[in-house]
C-alpha cells in the first residue's frame, strides 16, 4: 500500500496529513494573521489564501520551486479546486487539485489538497 503523508508546522503546532488512497496529499497551516502575503500572491492575499496555494504545492511535488502566483484556486460546492498554471502565458494546467478548508487551532488558519 502506498502511503503520502504532508506535514505543516506553525509556532506551537505541527499539523499533519495522511491518506492511504491512490495520489497525492498537502496540507499547509498559517497563523491567521500572517503579513505581507500579498507580495507573493496577487490580489489582496490573506493567510486562507496562502494556506490554500501552499497546500496545493505541496500536494504537487515542487512545492515554492512554483511561482506561489501560478495557482489558481476557485471556490467549489464542495470546498475549493485549484490547478497550477504551467506558463504565464496559459491557462493550461495538467492536474486539478481538490482542496478544504479545516478547522485549526485557535489563530492558525489549516488547509489541505488532494490530487
Known amino acids: 500500500m502506498d502511503t503520502a ?11 499533519v496529513a495522511v491518506t492511504d488512497a ?3 496529499i498537502g496540507i499547509d ?5 500572517a503579513a505581507g502575503l ?18 496545493v ?3 504537487d511535488g515542487r512545492g515554492l520551486a512554483v511561482d506561489p502566483a501560478r495557482v489558481a484556486v476557485h471556490e467549489s ?6 490547478r497550477v498554471v504551467e506558463s ?5 494546467a495538467a492536474a486539478e487539485w481538490r482542496g478544504w478548508d479545516l ?4 489563530g492558525v488558519v489549516v488547509a489541505v489538497a488532494v490530487g
Open 5 to 15: 503523508v504532508s506535514v505543516s508546522y506553525v509556532p506551537g503546532w505541527a499539523v
Open 22 to 24: 491512490p495520489g497525492r
Open 29 to 33: 497551516a498559517v497563523p491567521a494573521d
Open 38 to 55: 500579498d507580495s507573493v500572491l496577487p490580489g489582496a492575499a490573506d493567510a486562507r489564501a496562502w494556506a490554500r496555494v501552499e497546500a
Open 57 to 59: 504545492l505541496k500536494a
Open 77 to 82: 460546492a464542495d470546498g475549493w479546486r485549484a
Open 88 to 92: 504565464p502565458d496559459s491557462r493550461d
Open 103 to 106: 478547522d485549526g487551532p485557535a
